[in-house]
């Protein structure tokens, strides 16, 4: 009988010791002077329970004192001295840690976290740990530098980026950036923050940077050294455009014509000089010039072409008018022959018949006109060009 008496009383005490939530805290944490600090204090959320109190209690002289209480009204802050410096995070069931900020010397001490809970059957169950918070100035750490792009420390020219510096340790930390020179020079002061930045980077903003760090414990920090580059935009797309060739261009005797106007074109946001040197692409100006001047010698030759066509033409409607005045000339023949039969007709005892020559007025006019038409004829012929002599002999025999 007492065997199953102590069974049954096993089995309630395996109830009440595993059947509630487990508060989780560390036994103490460190804080730096004048630092934050974060007391950590979780718990597994169980089906059926619900939170219904959580407090942050203080050990000051043998007292705790409550300097931080959250219930179903909010969140309620005990104490003067923490207010803007304690708060106690809900973002997710069952972290009830506390954050302190700008920790005090005299913020040592044992904070006690404690958590009120609803069971399912309507009790309440309360369970806490206390943690003891150590408060130490710390001597400053060695800073690290970060970007905040995804870039790293190579940027492209025009960016807007930040070199940060940080460092560990008992504030005020006071931070200072420095830009290498050259050899056997001293580095110069660039920024007075943890923050160096560049509004619109540059490639002069390209070299060596490091920071420093000091804080009101210990030595001055320094960080590693840093290489920033800033890459021209310009350039890098130049070289992409740029087709490396050790072979002289065919069309590099054309660069004469082009070089000496001095001009620059911009194709695409590739700039390209006209006097580029051998092994570079010809420029785009270059080209479309001798495109340029190729067209305007076919017009020319066909325009030639066209003038030599219409000059020939010009010199056949010059021989059809000599064949028309040839033919006048034969009207004017054959007028003169009448005009000599009409002399003739008048004055018929004037002439003597054993005698070749006259001194009658009208024969004499006669051959003057037909010694006239024959030069004039003459003269014509020898004007004609021989591809049109045939069709001269040919009007002849029609006369």
């Given at each position: ?290 495109i340029s001047l190729c067209c305007m010698m076919v017009s020319i030759l066909a325009y030639v072409m066209l003038c030599r066509k219409t000059s020939q033409q010009e010199h056949v409607y010059e021989v059809a008018r000599a064949h028309s005045r040839e033919d006048s000339n034969s009207g004017e023949t054959w007028r003169v022959a009448i005009f000599t039969s009409d002399c003739s007709s008048e004055e018929p005892s004037s002439q003597t018949p054993g005698n070749d020559y006259s001194d009658d007025p009208c024969l004499g006019q006669e051959h003057q006109i037909i010694a006239q038409i ?26």
């Amino acid at each position: 009988m007492r065997l199953l008496l102590d069974l049954l009383l096993l089995g309630h005490l395996t109830m009440v010791t595993y059947g509630h939530p487990i508060l989780e805290a560390p036994e103490s944490v460190t804080g730096p002077w004048k630092g934050d600090v974060n007391i950590p204090c979780t718990y597994g959320p169980l089906q059926g329970y619900t939170q219904v109190l959580v407090k942050w209690l203080v050990q000051r002289d043998l007292d705790p004192v409550t300097i931080f209480l959250h219930d179903s009204s909010g969140d309620h802050i005990q104490q003067a001295k923490y207010r803007g410096r304690l708060q106690v995070s809900h973002k997710v069931p069952g972290d009830v840690s506390l954050q302190l900020n700008t920790l005090e010397m005299d913020d040592r001490s044992h904070y006690t976290c404690e958590v009120t809970w609803q069971t399912p059957n309507g009790n309440q169950v309360v369970k806490d740990k206390i943690i003891e918070l150590r408060v130490q100035k710390v001597s400053v750490s060695k800073p690290t530098v970060t970007t905040g792009s995804g870039y790293g420390f190579t940027v492209p020219q025009g960016m807007r980026i930040s070199l940060q510096c940080q460092a560990w340790g008992s504030p005020p930390i006071s931070y200072v950036w420095y830009k290498e020179q050259t050899v056997n020079q001293e580095p110069i002061k660039v920024a007075g923050s943890s923050t160096l930045l560049f509004k619109h980077a540059v490639v002069a903003d390209s070299g060596s940077y490091f920071c420093t760090a000091k804080g009101r414990v210990g030595s001055e920090q320094r960080s590693d050294i840093v290489k920033f580059v800033v890459k021209d935009s310009s350039k890098s797309l130049k070289t992409k455009t740029e087709t490396p060739t050790t072979m002289q261009s065919p069309l590099k005797a054309t660069s004469t014509v082009t070089s000496f106007w001095k001009w620059t074109t911009e194709v695409d946001g590739y700039s390209g000089d006209t006097s580029a040197e051998p092994g570079k692409g010809l420029p785009t100006f270059s080209i479309i010039l001798i495109i340029s001047l190729c067209c305007m010698m076919v017009s020319i030759l066909a325009y030639v072409m066209l003038c030599r066509k219409t000059s020939q033409q010009e010199h056949v409607y010059e021989v059809a008018r000599a064949h028309s005045r040839e033919d006048s000339n034969s009207g004017e023949t054959w007028r003169v022959a009448i005009f000599t039969s009409d002399c003739s007709s008048e004055e018929p005892s004037s002439q003597t018949p054993g005698n070749d020559y006259s001194d009658d007025p009208c024969l004499g006019q006669e051959h003057q006109i037909i010694a006239q038409i024959n030069g004039d004829y003459s003269r014509l012929l020898h004007t004609v060009p021989p591809d049109y002599e045939l069709l001269t002999t040919k009007d002849k025999s029609t006369w």
